[in-house]
């Protein structure tokens, strides 16, 4: 088997995680670019939850069938193939795999302590087309120690599109921006703040008619809250074109229609709302079910 199956991860791999999923094409196109582009390792991990698959031996054939990560009937070679066709498409990167017996979402949680980024997929469901997010994907956003991309079905996987971030004044959304800076200026794209704002009270008046003074005082307090994040990251970043908008609606509303054009979005993983110890914030998680645009999440340091 030419999978280096029980291999550590790579120092700051790009991780892709698979499971025979009609997404697994999207994340590795998505991973190979991020790596390609940063010059980073790229490391393609299939786990085996052993639980499942002994649940899954044929008891006329006598062999075990390979489940993925949603619980998806895989092919035994999964690995081995998609290492090849990796290998094809990015000849000069590092590239490695592995196939540990753990749980998808654990070993995805363990191989972030060395990463620099997981990329992992998320399914299409219902009619109104929010994103099935799987126990996997749904954990590792939450646990994982570094940043975390869900790709959605159908997202785009190139690099065209402007980098989006959502701010809103917490420690997650400032990590949030010094990441987004940090690959804007790697993808030499154009990048757009975001901040949103839903209800105001200004002079005891509750502020819902646009162009009046309290409109604009309003947008002034928010861009502020933006600017005293972006300023230090645009003179770190002097070659990034940096906008800012400033616009009325829920966190999740906004970013989900502004992903529609995004290259990628990043957002924290929890905003200035959330409880202590909450690791995924309501805000976040609903961006992650209606984003059409790949999605990064991004924690802020510890004791932030």
Known sequence: MDAQEGDAVPDNAVVVGIGNSDRDAECLAWAGSS???????????????LSAELAAIDPVAGNAISLGPEGEIGNTDLLDETLATAREQWPDLEITGSEPFARPEQALIDASANARLIVVGA????????LGLGRP????????TCPVVIVPQ???????GPVIVGIDGSAHSAAAAERAFWIADLRKAPLIAVITWNLEVVDGMVV???DTEAWKATEAKHRATV????????????????TVEVLRGTPAKVLAERSADAGLLVMGTRGRGGFTGMLLGSQSHRVLETATSPVMLVHAPPNS
Do not use: F
Not at 137 to 144: D, E, I, N, P, R
Not at 233 to 242: F, T
């Open 35 to 49: 790596a390609q582009r940063s010059g980073s390792p790229l490391h393609v991990l299939h786990a085996h939850d």
């Open 227 to 242: 600017d005293n994040i972006v300023e230090p990251l645009r003179a770190a970043h002097p070659d990034v074109k940096c």
């Open 154 to 160: 159908g997202a785009r996987t190139d690099a065209e």
């Open 137 to 144: 994907s749904l954990a590792v956003a939450m646990h994982a």
């Open 123 to 130: 399914a299409r469901a219902g009619a109104l087309q929010r």
């Open 208 to 210: 819902t008619t646009p």
